[in-house]
């Protein structure tokens, strides 16, 4: 991961000076491999994280197929997800 990208993430920290409990975040970065995307459809429960857990997927990549701001985790909503195909 890019320094500078963990650095404009977080604007309020020293990163060069960190201490074990700070909190710091890591941006997400797509992987860019995906050629296809299917629709899923929101279940009860649904986290972003259970989504890209059920998936196999990046987060950055679920957001970047997406609207970042309008994907909403209500049950029945149907959203964007990246289907990575293999050449093989």
Avoid: Q
């Avoid at 990208?5 to 020293?14: C, H, K, L, R, S």
């Avoid at 899923?40 to 972003?48: C, W």
Wanted: proline fraction near 6%.
């Amino acid at each position: 991961m890019d320094l500078n990208a963990i650095i404009m993430a977080n604007p309020f920290v020293n990163v060069y000076n960190l201490k074990i409990g700070d909190i710091i975040c890591l941006p997400c970065v797509p992987h860019n491999r995906y050629t296809n995307y299917t629709t899923y459809i929101v279940e009860e429960g649904d986290t972003l994280g259970s989504i890209v857990e059920k998936n196999g997927i990046n987060l950055a990549d679920l957001m970047e197929a997406n609207d970042i701001n309008s994907i909403v985790l209500m049950p029945g909503t149907t959203i964007n997800v990246p289907v990575w195909e293999d050449s093989e």
